[in-house]
């Protein structure tokens, strides 16, 4: 199956801090998403991106597909964007990184 | 549209007990997926069904494991003989086709 990598595994910022997360991926795809999981376990969907770049609000992703990398920016942080951001990637099954755990500072 | 749901949220076995959780997916998906987390992990795939028809199943569903989707819509996902390492966090998705997933709240197992 495929292989997903998240890179870093930790983060730690000032709020106000703009951060890059990074998902690497081993195979062709037709489908890679952004989630964050929440203190209770619900992974709340960022963005759907097998290819290109979206944004949404201070949040933006871009997928290179034939080099098998995502990027998730998040501009101006916020003590609410804290927890664990999941990349995952599928051709049918779909396989998650380990998660970046990132947090905000006051 | 009322998202995909999962019931029970949280549930407490002793060991060697069966369980079942179950999923409803979002009206129009047509696939449906299990996944397990424990604690610190992502996700692990277990098994995606489309429509009725279970099409793969990862080898981390042991014999113990049993899932179906027998008409297409909710789906059940039962453990026979919990074991203390079953205890975990089982997420179910659905999606049409292979586009965007979107994720239950999850039923939390604690096996004691």
């Known amino acids: 199956g495929i292989q997903v990598e998240q890179s870093p595994p930790d983060l730690i910022l000032q709020e106000g801090a703009n951060s890059t997360l990074r998902c690497n991926f081993s195979d062709s795809v037709n489908n890679l998403q952004w989630f964050h999981q929440n203190p209770w376990g619900q992974l709340i969907n960022l963005f759907y991106?097998?290819?290109g770049t979206k944004q949404n609000g201070r949040l933006s992703a871009t997928t290179v597909a034939t080099e098998r990398y995502s990027l998730l920016y998040i501009s101006s942080s916020q003590t609410t964007d804290s927890g664990v951001y999941f990349c995952a990637a599928s051709y049918n099954d779909m396989r998650f990184g380990a998660g970046t755990r990132l947090t905000v500072k006051p | 549209d009322t998202g995909v749901s999962q019931d029970p949220r949280h549930k407490i076995t002793k060991r060697g007990q069966n369980v079942t959780f179950r999923c409803d997916p979002i009206?129009?998906?047509?696939?449906l997926y299990w996944y397990r987390q424990t604690l610190g992990q992502g996700p692990e795939f277990l098994t995606y069904?489309?429509?009725?028809?279970?099409?793969?199943k990862s080898r981390l569903l042991s014999d113990r494991f049993s899932a179906e989707r027998p008409k297409g819509s909710f789906s059940t996902l039962e453990i026979q003989r919990t074991e203390q390492g079953d205890s975990a966090m089982y997420l179910c998705?659905?999606?049409?086709?292979?586009?965007?997933?979107?994720f239950g709240p999850g039923t939390r197992l604690t096996v004691t």
């Open positions: 009206s129009e998906h047509n696939r």
């Open positions: 069904f489309q429509n009725e028809a279970q099409l793969e």
């Open positions: 991106i097998p290819s």
């Open positions: 998705a659905s999606s049409f086709t292979h586009y965007e997933q979107y």
